[in-house]
Nanobody, 127 residues
């Protein structure tokens, strides 16, 4: 059935890079789906960091990650990636991907709009 699985997290030094993956099964992300990346850090609210839509091709980045994070989709692998560069300690969080069919445009979302979620992958930035 429908499943999203995140991977690629880990422990990295400040200034380092990671590529997170969100692999989908049970549905095709390139057919009218928006995929969002969210993160939740200790003591903080969940926030959307990026989004990509196969409906209109739009992307979204939170102000805190613009210029450092890049979202992309590999249709052949049915996978969405989040390339994270110039990591900062404040990027430490559990990162989740989420998907919703028929999303028309990527913008700021709370996450309540997304019906399918992965289990999360831990990103820790520390020297």
């Amino acid at each position: 059935q429908v499943q999203l699985v995140e991977s690629g997290g880990g422990l990295v030094q400040p200034g380092g890079s990671l590529r997170l993956s969100c692999a989908a099964s049970g549905f095709t992300l390139s057919y009218h789906y928006a995929v969002g990346w969210f993160r939740q850090a200790p003591g903080k609210e969940r926030e959307e960091v990026s989004c990509i839509s196969s409906t209109d091709g739009s992307t979204y980045y939170a102000d805190s990650v613009k210029g450092r994070f890049t979202i992309s989709r590999d249709n052949a692998k049915n996978t969405v990636y989040l390339q994270i560069d110039s990591l900062k300690p404040e990027d430490t969080a559990v990162y989740y991907c989420a998907a919703e069919r028929l999303a028309l445009h990527c913008k700021y979302y709370t996450g309540d709009e997304f019906g399918s979620w992965g289990q999360g992958t831990q990103v820790t930035v520390s020297s």
